[in-house]
């Protein structure tokens, strides 16, 4: 029985991480958040009640969840107790003591969101997408030794001298590269002074913790942010996120052993999309891709951005289940696929040179010459909303799915049919 789950997106993002993770975080004693920001959305959605978290872990909406932020993730405090305020007027009036942030976390400036949104700008038609709230400069400074992190709040004698630093650094970018307004030192300095008492009260040692954790037979939840292909390392670079999205990510992000993690989650739709720049070979420009856009609502959380639509894609899933030891998948939206005469499942790619792959190449600039080669499997017309039994599916979504399991060589755990918590097939539970 495992203890230790991590939950990820095997696709570019946007899978619907949050109605797994909530669903599982039930019977979870942690939740834990190891990388990104407060770039992630995950919308919950518990009978008529609608709530997006993006820095708390979902387990927020369970009072019998402890919620940790490990040290990869970076920290806005504005977004952190404005998610906090947004959760109290939900009801969740205990969030800010149930939520403990390693004192390794980044902290995540204005400074920073003024840096990517000149990036982008400066970019132009090669601007990334990114969401523009300063996530990849915060890990640009974190990498470069020249960041701040939430333990240097302890000492703001030297925390002064590092903030001056860093903005002499940044607002000279910011000035003579860029061409945009420098930000003010006292402005930042003074916004972090108001909230250092609360940030300081929720600092723990998350890595003790999951260590206890695991000795006294605890249930964890490790929560992923993003998707496989936005890996810093992995995705479809530069079109990517600015941190470790793979189960690796997890552990590094953490504090947790490797050999910790009992059970890897893969979340992926049954189609596919991505927000964004970047290559994405089976993407639908025609009123079928518009089609699965509406039904399924395809707009970021955070962003509102409409998401570019296209057909699944096992290519890239093998590579998913590969670099991630993926245990099982949680297929979402198979509803949204309701009522079309035929699916068609990317299964090869031709690349540039003609040759035929089953594995995804990593260089972003081959990537995008690649040609999807398709098979091609009759629909069904009958609805799949709400069915909680495999065996109640059409037999053409019974059929699809169990195509979807042979190519990606590992079990469908569970299969979501609409986006409310009781609408889901529960095949095998990862935390039972």
Known sequence: MPNNV?????????EGKGKIADLLTSTADIVVRSQGGNNA???????????????????????????????????????LFGEI????????????????????????LPVHVAIDKASELKRGKNAIGTTGRGIGPCYEDKVARRGLRIGDLYDMEVFKEKLAALLEYRNFALKNYYGAPEVSYDEILSQVMAVRDRLLAMVADVSAILTEARANNKKVLFEGAQGTFLDIDYGTYPFVTSSNTVAGGCCTGSGAGPRHIEYVLGICKAYTTRVGGGPFPTELFDDIGEGIRARGAEFGAVTGRPRRVGWYDAVAMRRAVAINSLSGLALMKIDVLDGMDELKICTKYQLADGTISD??????????????????MPGWSESTVGITKFEDLPVNAQNYIRRL????????????????????IMLNDPMA
């Open 85 to 108: 305020e947004e959760l109290k007027a939900s009801g969740i009036t205990d969030a800010e003591q149930r939520i403990k942030i390693s004192a390794g976390s980044s902290l995540l």
């Open 41 to 79: 959305g995950h919308t919950l959605v518990v009978g008529d009640k609608k709530v997006v978290v993006r820095l708390v872990p979902s387990g927020i909406l369970h009072s019998s969840s402890l919620c940790l932020i490990g040290s990869g993730v970076v920290v806005s405090p504005d977004a």
């Open 6 to 14: 991590v939950v990820l997106g095997t696709q570019w993002g946007d």
């Open 405 to 424: 399991e042979e190519l990606a060589t590992i079990p469908v755990a569970i299969i979501s049919t609409g986006p409310e918590r009781d609408q889901t």
């Open 359 to 376: 594995l995804p190449p990593l260089a972003a600039y081959e990537y995008a010459k690649v040609t999807p080669i398709y098979e091609t």
